[in-house]
Protein backbone atom coordinates (compact mmCIF):
# COMPACT_ATOMS: atom_id res chain seq x y z
CA UNK A 1 0.00 0.00 0.00
CA UNK A 2 1.73 3.33 -1.04
CA UNK A 3 0.62 5.33 2.01
CA UNK A 4 0.59 8.97 0.13
CA UNK A 5 -1.93 7.55 -2.58
CA UNK A 6 -4.71 6.35 -0.35
CA UNK A 7 -8.03 7.55 -1.61
CA UNK A 8 -10.69 6.19 0.41
CA UNK A 9 -13.09 7.00 -2.42
CA UNK A 10 -11.59 4.03 -3.97
CA UNK A 11 -12.94 1.68 -2.05
CA UNK A 12 -16.55 0.62 -1.67
CA UNK A 13 -18.40 -1.69 1.07
CA UNK A 14 -17.73 -5.46 0.20
CA UNK A 15 -19.33 -7.08 3.09
CA UNK A 16 -18.34 -8.30 6.95
CA UNK A 17 -18.81 -11.18 9.00
CA UNK A 18 -19.14 -11.34 13.39
CA UNK A 19 -15.26 -9.99 13.60
CA UNK A 20 -14.56 -8.74 10.05
CA UNK A 21 -15.43 -6.28 7.28
CA UNK A 22 -13.96 -6.01 4.16
CA UNK A 23 -13.92 -2.53 1.65
CA UNK A 24 -12.77 -3.57 -2.07
CA UNK A 25 -10.90 -1.37 -4.49
CA UNK A 26 -12.68 -0.53 -7.46
CA UNK A 27 -9.96 -0.72 -10.26
CA UNK A 28 -7.31 -3.67 -8.81
CA UNK A 29 -8.36 -6.91 -7.71
CA UNK A 30 -7.53 -6.21 -4.03
CA UNK A 31 -9.69 -5.65 -0.68
CA UNK A 32 -8.67 -4.94 2.83
CA UNK A 33 -10.01 -6.57 5.75
CA UNK A 34 -10.54 -4.98 9.30
CA UNK A 35 -11.18 -6.37 12.40
CA UNK A 36 -13.68 -5.39 13.87
CA UNK A 37 -14.58 -5.21 17.95
CA UNK A 38 -17.77 -4.35 20.64
CA UNK A 39 -17.79 -0.88 21.36
CA UNK A 40 -16.50 -1.23 25.06
CA UNK A 41 -13.37 -3.96 24.24
CA UNK A 42 -9.66 -2.62 23.41
CA UNK A 43 -7.02 -3.95 21.85
CA UNK A 44 -3.06 -2.34 21.19
CA UNK A 45 -1.77 -1.86 18.40
CA UNK A 46 0.24 -4.40 18.76
CA UNK A 47 -2.23 -7.73 19.98
CA UNK A 48 -4.44 -6.16 17.00
CA UNK A 49 -0.98 -6.93 14.63
CA UNK A 50 -0.26 -9.87 16.09
CA UNK A 51 -3.76 -11.12 15.90
CA UNK A 52 -3.66 -10.28 11.68
CA UNK A 53 -0.43 -11.77 11.25
CA UNK A 54 -1.66 -14.95 13.28
CA UNK A 55 -4.35 -15.15 10.67
CA UNK A 56 -1.45 -14.56 7.37
CA UNK A 57 0.84 -17.41 9.12
CA UNK A 58 -2.11 -19.74 9.81
CA UNK A 59 -3.40 -19.58 6.39
CA UNK A 60 0.29 -19.93 4.98
CA UNK A 61 1.56 -22.91 7.10
CA UNK A 62 -1.27 -24.96 7.75
CA UNK A 63 -4.44 -24.25 4.87
CA UNK A 64 -2.79 -23.91 2.32
CA UNK A 65 -0.54 -26.90 3.02
CA UNK A 66 -3.88 -28.89 3.57
CA UNK A 67 -5.89 -27.40 0.53
CA UNK A 68 -3.71 -26.16 -2.06
CA UNK A 69 -0.79 -23.82 -3.09
CA UNK A 70 -3.36 -22.08 -5.52
CA UNK A 71 -6.57 -22.20 -3.70
CA UNK A 72 -5.70 -20.74 -0.41
CA UNK A 73 -4.63 -16.57 -0.33
CA UNK A 74 -3.04 -15.53 2.62
CA UNK A 75 -2.26 -12.00 1.49
CA UNK A 76 -0.39 -9.76 3.96
CA UNK A 77 -0.86 -7.36 6.95
CA UNK A 78 -0.68 -3.70 6.20
CA UNK A 79 -0.46 -0.10 7.64
CA UNK A 80 -2.72 2.40 6.55
CA UNK A 81 -2.60 5.89 7.34
CA UNK A 82 -5.23 6.32 10.19
CA UNK A 83 -7.12 9.11 8.38
CA UNK A 84 -7.70 7.06 5.57
CA UNK A 85 -9.24 4.67 7.74
CA UNK A 86 -11.28 7.01 10.07
CA UNK A 87 -13.29 9.03 6.55
CA UNK A 88 -13.64 4.73 5.13
CA UNK A 89 -15.01 4.35 8.18
CA UNK A 90 -17.96 7.27 7.91
CA UNK A 91 -18.06 6.37 4.10
CA UNK A 92 -19.09 2.85 4.31
CA UNK A 93 -21.11 3.58 7.47
CA UNK A 94 -24.46 3.95 5.77
CA UNK A 95 -24.01 0.75 3.51
CA UNK A 96 -24.08 -1.71 6.42
CA UNK A 97 -26.22 -3.82 7.72
CA UNK A 98 -28.20 -2.71 10.88
CA UNK A 99 -27.50 -6.03 12.52
CA UNK A 100 -23.87 -5.68 12.09
CA UNK A 101 -23.50 -2.82 13.57
CA UNK A 102 -22.82 -3.73 16.83
CA UNK A 103 -19.18 -4.09 16.09
CA UNK A 104 -17.01 -1.25 15.07
CA UNK A 105 -14.53 -1.30 12.52
CA UNK A 106 -10.66 -0.88 14.27
CA UNK A 107 -9.68 2.72 12.89
CA UNK A 108 -7.37 2.72 15.91
CA UNK A 109 -4.37 0.63 14.72
CA UNK A 110 -4.28 1.66 11.27
CA UNK A 111 -3.39 -2.26 10.64
CA UNK A 112 -5.76 -4.18 8.11
CA UNK A 113 -4.74 -7.76 5.84
CA UNK A 114 -4.54 -7.08 2.11
CA UNK A 115 -5.70 -10.27 -0.10
CA UNK A 116 -6.83 -10.72 -3.16
CA UNK A 117 -10.44 -10.02 -4.17
CA UNK A 118 -12.28 -13.42 -4.67
CA UNK A 119 -14.61 -12.73 -6.45
CA UNK A 120 -12.70 -12.36 -9.70
CA UNK A 121 -10.30 -14.45 -11.61
CA UNK A 122 -7.23 -14.87 -9.78
CA UNK A 123 -5.14 -14.71 -12.93
CA UNK A 124 -5.35 -11.10 -13.25
CA UNK A 125 -4.36 -8.33 -11.02
CA UNK A 126 -6.68 -5.23 -12.64
CA UNK A 127 -9.86 -5.78 -12.82
CA UNK A 128 -10.90 -6.91 -16.19
CA UNK A 129 -13.43 -5.21 -18.74
CA UNK A 130 -15.15 -8.77 -19.49
CA UNK A 131 -18.12 -9.48 -17.28
CA UNK A 132 -16.87 -12.02 -14.34
CA UNK A 133 -19.38 -14.18 -12.35
CA UNK A 134 -18.66 -15.40 -8.70
CA UNK A 135 -20.33 -17.96 -6.60
CA UNK A 136 -19.47 -18.28 -3.04
CA UNK A 137 -20.65 -21.34 -0.99
CA UNK A 138 -20.33 -22.28 2.35
CA UNK A 139 -20.73 -26.23 2.28
CA UNK A 140 -20.59 -26.63 6.21
CA UNK A 141 -20.16 -29.76 7.54
CA UNK A 142 -19.55 -32.97 4.82
CA UNK A 143 -19.99 -35.97 7.38
CA UNK A 144 -21.45 -37.79 10.22
CA UNK A 145 -19.86 -38.40 13.22
CA UNK A 146 -18.21 -41.48 12.99
CA UNK A 147 -16.24 -41.47 16.43
CA UNK A 148 -17.35 -44.07 19.46
CA UNK A 149 -17.29 -41.18 22.00
CA UNK A 150 -21.34 -39.98 20.65
CA UNK A 151 -23.89 -41.16 23.43
CA UNK A 152 -26.96 -39.82 21.60
CA UNK A 153 -27.61 -42.21 18.21
CA UNK A 154 -29.53 -40.02 16.30
CA UNK A 155 -25.77 -37.84 15.42
CA UNK A 156 -24.51 -41.46 13.50
CA UNK A 157 -28.16 -40.66 11.59
CA UNK A 158 -28.94 -37.12 10.81
CA UNK A 159 -26.20 -34.87 10.01
CA UNK A 160 -25.38 -31.31 11.93
CA UNK A 161 -26.18 -29.03 9.24
CA UNK A 162 -29.84 -30.66 9.26
CA UNK A 163 -30.41 -30.67 13.14
CA UNK A 164 -29.39 -27.29 13.34
CA UNK A 165 -31.94 -26.27 10.30
CA UNK A 166 -34.86 -26.64 12.88
CA UNK A 167 -33.39 -24.79 16.04
CA UNK A 168 -32.18 -21.70 13.73
CA UNK A 169 -36.17 -21.55 12.40
CA UNK A 170 -37.16 -22.02 15.97
CA UNK A 171 -35.16 -18.98 17.05
CA UNK A 172 -36.50 -17.08 14.04
CA UNK A 173 -32.65 -16.96 12.85
CA UNK A 174 -34.53 -18.43 9.35
CA UNK A 175 -37.79 -17.72 7.91
CA UNK A 176 -38.22 -21.19 6.76
CA UNK A 177 -36.10 -25.17 6.46
CA UNK A 178 -33.62 -25.22 3.82
CA UNK A 179 -33.46 -28.40 1.94
CA UNK A 180 -29.54 -28.64 1.26
CA UNK A 181 -27.61 -31.26 3.12
CA UNK A 182 -23.74 -31.07 3.02
CA UNK A 183 -23.96 -35.22 2.86
CA UNK A 184 -25.57 -34.63 -0.66
CA UNK A 185 -23.22 -31.93 -2.19
CA UNK A 186 -19.90 -33.63 -0.65
CA UNK A 187 -21.26 -37.19 -2.30
CA UNK A 188 -19.85 -37.08 -5.80
CA UNK A 189 -22.73 -38.49 -7.03
CA UNK A 190 -24.11 -35.59 -9.63
CA UNK A 191 -27.68 -36.27 -9.20
CA UNK A 192 -27.60 -35.22 -5.58
CA UNK A 193 -24.30 -32.84 -6.14
CA UNK A 194 -27.59 -31.03 -8.79
CA UNK A 195 -29.72 -31.58 -6.28
CA UNK A 196 -27.86 -29.64 -3.25
CA UNK A 197 -26.80 -26.63 -5.47
CA UNK A 198 -30.81 -26.10 -6.49
CA UNK A 199 -31.68 -26.39 -2.76
CA UNK A 200 -29.10 -24.10 -1.90
CA UNK A 201 -30.69 -21.64 -4.53
CA UNK A 202 -34.07 -21.63 -3.62
CA UNK A 203 -33.18 -20.75 0.24
CA UNK A 204 -29.59 -19.65 0.33
CA UNK A 205 -29.55 -18.25 3.81
CA UNK A 206 -25.93 -17.84 4.69
CA UNK A 207 -24.60 -20.66 2.48
CA UNK A 208 -24.42 -19.32 -1.04
CA UNK A 209 -24.30 -15.76 -2.72
CA UNK A 210 -23.38 -14.81 -6.46
CA UNK A 211 -21.84 -11.96 -7.47
CA UNK A 212 -21.28 -10.19 -11.07
CA UNK A 213 -18.32 -7.97 -11.59
CA UNK A 214 -17.58 -7.86 -7.87
CA UNK A 215 -21.24 -6.58 -6.88
CA UNK A 216 -23.59 -8.48 -4.75
CA UNK A 217 -26.51 -10.12 -7.43
CA UNK A 218 -28.45 -12.99 -5.11
CA UNK A 219 -28.39 -13.94 -1.90
CA UNK A 220 -27.86 -12.55 1.66
CA UNK A 221 -27.02 -13.46 5.09
CA UNK A 222 -29.37 -11.92 7.39
CA UNK A 223 -32.58 -13.38 8.91
CA UNK A 224 -36.34 -12.51 7.63
CA UNK A 225 -34.71 -11.21 4.28
CA UNK A 226 -37.17 -11.46 1.27
CA UNK A 227 -37.16 -14.66 -1.10
CA UNK A 228 -34.91 -14.61 -3.76
CA UNK A 229 -36.50 -13.87 -7.54
CA UNK A 230 -34.89 -17.04 -10.29
CA UNK A 231 -36.09 -14.69 -12.84
CA UNK A 232 -33.90 -11.85 -11.52
CA UNK A 233 -30.89 -14.17 -11.34
CA UNK A 234 -31.39 -16.02 -14.66
CA UNK A 235 -31.72 -12.22 -16.11
CA UNK A 236 -27.89 -11.76 -14.82
CA UNK A 237 -26.50 -15.37 -15.85
CA UNK A 238 -27.89 -15.47 -19.59
CA UNK A 239 -25.13 -13.68 -20.94
CA UNK A 240 -22.61 -16.07 -19.58
CA UNK A 241 -24.46 -19.74 -20.58
CA UNK A 242 -25.89 -18.53 -23.94
CA UNK A 243 -23.95 -15.55 -25.27
CA UNK A 244 -25.51 -15.98 -28.72
CA UNK A 245 -29.06 -14.79 -26.90
CA UNK A 246 -31.08 -17.47 -29.02
CA UNK A 247 -33.18 -18.79 -25.78
CA UNK A 248 -36.40 -17.11 -25.35
CA UNK A 249 -37.35 -15.79 -21.96
CA UNK A 250 -40.46 -16.78 -19.37
CA UNK A 251 -40.23 -19.86 -16.49
CA UNK A 252 -38.61 -22.66 -19.55
CA UNK A 253 -35.40 -19.79 -20.25
CA UNK A 254 -34.89 -19.68 -16.73
CA UNK A 255 -35.02 -23.09 -15.61
CA UNK A 256 -32.53 -23.68 -18.23
CA UNK A 257 -30.49 -20.82 -16.98
CA UNK A 258 -30.36 -22.35 -13.61
CA UNK A 259 -29.74 -25.98 -14.97
CA UNK A 260 -26.88 -24.77 -16.98
CA UNK A 261 -25.54 -23.08 -13.33
CA UNK A 262 -25.86 -26.09 -11.48
CA UNK A 263 -23.89 -28.30 -13.75
CA UNK A 264 -21.07 -25.76 -14.16
CA UNK A 265 -20.63 -25.55 -10.70
CA UNK A 266 -20.87 -29.44 -10.31
CA UNK A 267 -18.20 -29.70 -12.97
CA UNK A 268 -15.60 -27.17 -11.25
CA UNK A 269 -15.97 -28.64 -7.76
CA UNK A 270 -15.22 -31.96 -8.78
CA UNK A 271 -12.37 -30.63 -11.12
CA UNK A 272 -8.46 -31.37 -9.94
CA UNK A 273 -7.16 -28.17 -8.12
CA UNK A 274 -3.65 -27.92 -7.30
CA UNK A 275 -1.43 -30.20 -5.16
CA UNK A 276 -1.77 -29.68 -1.39
CA UNK A 277 0.17 -31.94 1.21
CA UNK A 278 -3.46 -33.75 2.05
CA UNK A 279 -2.32 -36.99 1.34
CA UNK A 280 -0.55 -37.08 4.59
CA UNK A 281 -4.39 -36.99 6.12
CA UNK A 282 -5.09 -41.41 5.29
CA UNK A 283 -8.76 -41.34 4.72
CA UNK A 284 -10.15 -42.51 8.07
CA UNK A 285 -12.93 -44.37 9.67
CA UNK A 286 -16.84 -42.77 7.81
CA UNK A 287 -19.82 -42.57 9.00
CA UNK A 288 -23.06 -43.43 7.49
CA UNK A 289 -22.88 -41.21 3.66
CA UNK A 290 -26.37 -40.62 3.41
CA UNK A 291 -28.36 -38.56 5.84
CA UNK A 292 -31.53 -39.25 7.24
CA UNK A 293 -32.91 -36.17 6.52
CA UNK A 294 -31.81 -34.88 3.61
CA UNK A 295 -34.71 -34.46 1.58
CA UNK A 296 -33.30 -35.99 -1.68
CA UNK A 297 -33.03 -38.96 0.61
CA UNK A 298 -36.23 -38.89 1.80
CA UNK A 299 -38.30 -38.28 -1.67
CA UNK A 300 -36.23 -41.75 -2.77
CA UNK A 301 -37.33 -43.71 0.39
CA UNK A 302 -41.18 -42.78 -0.32
CA UNK A 303 -40.82 -43.66 -3.78
CA UNK A 304 -39.16 -47.21 -2.29
CA UNK A 305 -36.05 -46.36 -4.13
CA UNK A 306 -32.62 -46.41 -2.44
CA UNK A 307 -30.48 -43.32 -2.53
CA UNK A 308 -27.26 -43.36 -4.44
CA UNK A 309 -24.66 -43.60 -1.60
CA UNK A 310 -21.86 -41.91 -3.43
CA UNK A 311 -19.49 -41.64 -6.04
CA UNK A 312 -17.06 -40.72 -4.38
CA UNK A 313 -15.28 -37.30 -4.58
CA UNK A 314 -11.80 -37.58 -6.95
CA UNK A 315 -8.92 -37.03 -4.78
CA UNK A 316 -7.60 -33.83 -6.63
CA UNK A 317 -10.56 -31.80 -5.91
CA UNK A 318 -11.09 -29.32 -3.32
CA UNK A 319 -14.43 -31.03 -1.63
CA UNK A 320 -12.21 -33.98 -1.20
CA UNK A 321 -9.70 -32.42 0.48
CA UNK A 322 -11.76 -29.66 2.41
CA UNK A 323 -13.19 -33.27 3.83
CA UNK A 324 -10.00 -34.31 4.65
CA UNK A 325 -9.61 -31.39 6.98
CA UNK A 326 -12.74 -31.87 8.22
CA UNK A 327 -12.22 -35.24 9.28
CA UNK A 328 -9.51 -34.09 11.75
CA UNK A 329 -12.40 -34.18 14.32
CA UNK A 330 -11.95 -37.35 15.04
CA UNK A 331 -13.95 -37.70 18.38
CA UNK A 332 -16.53 -35.59 17.80
CA UNK A 333 -16.90 -32.55 20.54
CA UNK A 334 -18.21 -35.17 23.16
CA UNK A 335 -14.65 -37.17 23.31
CA UNK A 336 -13.35 -33.46 22.25
CA UNK A 337 -14.31 -31.76 25.41
CA UNK A 338 -12.96 -33.75 28.37
CA UNK A 339 -9.63 -33.87 26.70
CA UNK A 340 -10.43 -29.71 26.54
CA UNK A 341 -10.93 -30.00 30.10
CA UNK A 342 -7.86 -31.81 30.94
CA UNK A 343 -5.58 -29.18 28.95
CA UNK A 344 -7.70 -26.52 30.95
CA UNK A 345 -6.61 -28.20 34.59
CA UNK A 346 -2.91 -28.19 33.15
CA UNK A 347 -3.30 -24.86 32.39
CA UNK A 348 -4.54 -23.80 35.79
CA UNK A 349 -1.31 -25.16 37.17
CA UNK A 350 1.07 -24.27 35.34
CA UNK A 351 -0.19 -21.04 33.35
CA UNK A 352 3.10 -20.30 32.01
CA UNK A 353 3.39 -23.20 29.51
CA UNK A 354 0.75 -22.36 27.65
CA UNK A 355 2.73 -20.18 25.26
CA UNK A 356 5.30 -23.24 24.77
CA UNK A 357 2.07 -25.48 24.14
CA UNK A 358 1.47 -23.22 20.76
CA UNK A 359 -2.11 -23.06 21.90
CA UNK A 360 -2.19 -19.13 20.24
CA UNK A 361 0.56 -19.62 17.77
CA UNK A 362 3.04 -19.61 16.36
CA UNK A 363 1.67 -21.05 13.65
CA UNK A 364 4.27 -22.82 11.79
CA UNK A 365 5.64 -25.80 9.99
CA UNK A 366 6.02 -28.01 13.68
CA UNK A 367 2.00 -26.62 14.51
CA UNK A 368 1.82 -28.60 11.16
CA UNK A 369 3.30 -31.54 11.73
CA UNK A 370 1.39 -32.03 15.37
CA UNK A 371 -1.81 -31.79 13.03
CA UNK A 372 -0.96 -35.14 11.04
CA UNK A 373 -1.13 -37.69 14.36
CA UNK A 374 -4.45 -39.09 13.71
CA UNK A 375 -3.97 -41.90 16.30
CA UNK A 376 -6.96 -41.95 18.73
CA UNK A 377 -5.56 -44.02 21.32
CA UNK A 378 -5.71 -41.86 24.60
CA UNK A 379 -2.29 -42.20 26.62
CA UNK A 380 -3.93 -39.87 29.30
CA UNK A 381 -1.16 -37.50 28.68
CA UNK A 382 -1.32 -33.51 27.94
CA UNK A 383 0.25 -34.07 24.71
CA UNK A 384 -2.05 -36.33 23.35
CA UNK A 385 -5.11 -34.08 24.50
CA UNK A 386 -3.93 -30.80 23.02
CA UNK A 387 -2.68 -32.74 19.52
CA UNK A 388 -7.03 -33.51 19.48
CA UNK A 389 -7.49 -29.84 20.65
CA UNK A 390 -5.83 -28.46 17.91
CA UNK A 391 -6.95 -31.20 15.52
CA UNK A 392 -10.72 -30.19 16.34
CA UNK A 393 -9.88 -26.38 15.88
CA UNK A 394 -8.33 -26.68 12.26
CA UNK A 395 -11.64 -29.25 11.49
CA UNK A 396 -14.05 -26.51 12.52
CA UNK A 397 -12.48 -23.99 10.54
CA UNK A 398 -12.90 -26.30 7.52
CA UNK A 399 -16.44 -26.86 8.25
CA UNK A 400 -16.82 -23.56 8.34
CA UNK A 401 -14.89 -22.47 5.35
CA UNK A 402 -16.09 -20.71 2.19
CA UNK A 403 -15.72 -21.80 -1.72
CA UNK A 404 -15.52 -18.83 -4.11
CA UNK A 405 -16.17 -20.18 -7.96
CA UNK A 406 -15.02 -17.26 -10.08
CA UNK A 407 -16.27 -17.76 -13.81
CA UNK A 408 -15.94 -16.03 -17.01
CA UNK A 409 -16.52 -16.37 -20.61
CA UNK A 410 -13.80 -17.07 -22.81
CA UNK A 411 -12.47 -15.00 -25.62
CA UNK A 412 -12.83 -16.34 -28.56
CA UNK A 413 -8.94 -15.65 -29.73
CA UNK A 414 -7.82 -16.72 -26.25
CA UNK A 415 -6.81 -20.58 -26.23
CA UNK A 416 -3.46 -20.74 -23.80
CA UNK A 417 -4.07 -17.47 -21.38
CA UNK A 418 -6.62 -19.92 -18.92
CA UNK A 419 -5.71 -23.21 -17.50
CA UNK A 420 -8.67 -24.10 -16.52
CA UNK A 421 -11.24 -24.03 -18.55
CA UNK A 422 -15.23 -25.30 -17.98
CA UNK A 423 -17.44 -25.77 -20.82
CA UNK A 424 -21.31 -25.07 -20.56
CA UNK A 425 -23.77 -26.49 -23.33
CA UNK A 426 -23.30 -23.01 -25.06
CA UNK A 427 -20.15 -21.45 -24.37
CA UNK A 428 -16.55 -22.42 -22.77
CA UNK A 429 -15.83 -20.50 -19.28
CA UNK A 430 -12.41 -19.36 -17.79
CA UNK A 431 -12.54 -20.42 -13.93
CA UNK A 432 -10.64 -20.08 -10.44
CA UNK A 433 -11.26 -21.64 -7.30
CA UNK A 434 -10.40 -20.41 -4.12
CA UNK A 435 -11.09 -21.06 -0.19
CA UNK A 436 -12.26 -18.20 2.60
CA UNK A 437 -12.85 -17.72 5.93
CA UNK A 438 -9.80 -19.93 7.28
CA UNK A 439 -9.01 -18.27 10.33
CA UNK A 440 -8.57 -20.74 13.06
CA UNK A 441 -11.31 -21.30 15.38
CA UNK A 442 -10.82 -19.85 18.80
CA UNK A 443 -9.43 -22.41 21.38
CA UNK A 444 -12.06 -20.27 24.33
CA UNK A 445 -15.11 -21.32 22.14
CA UNK A 446 -14.68 -24.91 22.84
CA UNK A 447 -16.92 -25.09 25.62
CA UNK A 448 -19.79 -23.00 23.59
CA UNK A 449 -19.49 -25.55 20.72
CA UNK A 450 -19.81 -28.05 23.61
CA UNK A 451 -22.99 -26.45 24.89
CA UNK A 452 -24.65 -26.01 21.47
CA UNK A 453 -23.79 -29.47 20.27
CA UNK A 454 -26.22 -30.60 23.07
CA UNK A 455 -28.85 -28.07 22.39
CA UNK A 456 -29.27 -28.33 18.68
CA UNK A 457 -29.34 -32.70 18.95
CA UNK A 458 -32.10 -32.20 21.88
CA UNK A 459 -34.23 -29.95 20.27
CA UNK A 460 -34.16 -31.79 17.01
CA UNK A 461 -34.89 -34.58 18.96
CA UNK A 462 -37.85 -33.51 21.03
CA UNK A 463 -39.30 -31.86 18.24
CA UNK A 464 -38.66 -33.45 14.59
CA UNK A 465 -38.15 -36.78 16.03
CA UNK A 466 -40.20 -37.20 18.01
CA UNK A 467 -43.08 -35.86 15.69
CA UNK A 468 -41.89 -38.38 12.90
CA UNK A 469 -42.16 -41.47 15.63
CA UNK A 470 -45.69 -39.92 16.29
CA UNK A 471 -46.49 -40.27 12.67
CA UNK A 472 -45.55 -43.71 12.39
CA UNK A 473 -47.06 -44.91 15.50
CA UNK A 474 -50.35 -42.72 14.33
CA UNK A 475 -50.12 -44.87 10.74
CA UNK A 476 -49.62 -49.11 13.08
CA UNK A 477 -52.93 -47.62 14.47
CA UNK A 478 -55.25 -46.62 11.91
CA UNK A 479 -54.20 -49.74 10.79
CA UNK A 480 -54.95 -51.96 13.92
CA UNK A 481 -58.83 -52.54 12.61
CA UNK A 482 -57.58 -54.51 9.59
CA UNK A 483 -58.38 -58.04 9.47
CA UNK A 484 -55.79 -60.86 7.95
CA UNK A 485 -57.69 -63.42 6.20
CA UNK A 486 -55.40 -66.60 5.24
CA UNK A 487 -57.02 -69.44 2.81
CA UNK A 488 -55.76 -72.36 3.00
CA UNK A 489 -54.57 -73.60 -0.85
Known amino acids: MEEEKMDENEWGYHGEGNKSLVVAHAQR ?127 HKVCRYCMH ?34 SLLQESQNNLKIFKNGELIYGCGDAQSPAADWRELAHHLKPFFFPSNGLAGGAHCTRA ?68 VQMLDLLDIEGLYPLYNRVERYLEEFPEERKMLQIDGPYDEAFYQKLLDLSTEDDGTVAFALTKVQQYRVAMTAKDCSIMIALSPCLQDASSDQKLIVPSSRSRLAFSVSVLDLDLKPYESIPHQYKLDAKIVNYYSKTVHAKDDTVMSTRFKESEDCTLVLHKV
Open 29 to 155: CVVLRFLKFPPNRKKTSEEIFQHLQDIVDFGKNVMKEFLGENCVHCGEVVQLPLEFVKQLCLKIQSERPESRCDKDLDTLSGYAMCLPNLTRLQTYRIAEHRPILCVEIKPKCGFIPFSSSVTHGMK
Open 165 to 198: QHLKVATGKWKQISEYCPLDLFSGNKQRMHFALK
Open 257 to 324: VIRELVHVITRVLLSSSDKGRVGALRPGPRGPHVCEASPFSRSLHRQGKNTPERSGLPKGCLLYKTLQ
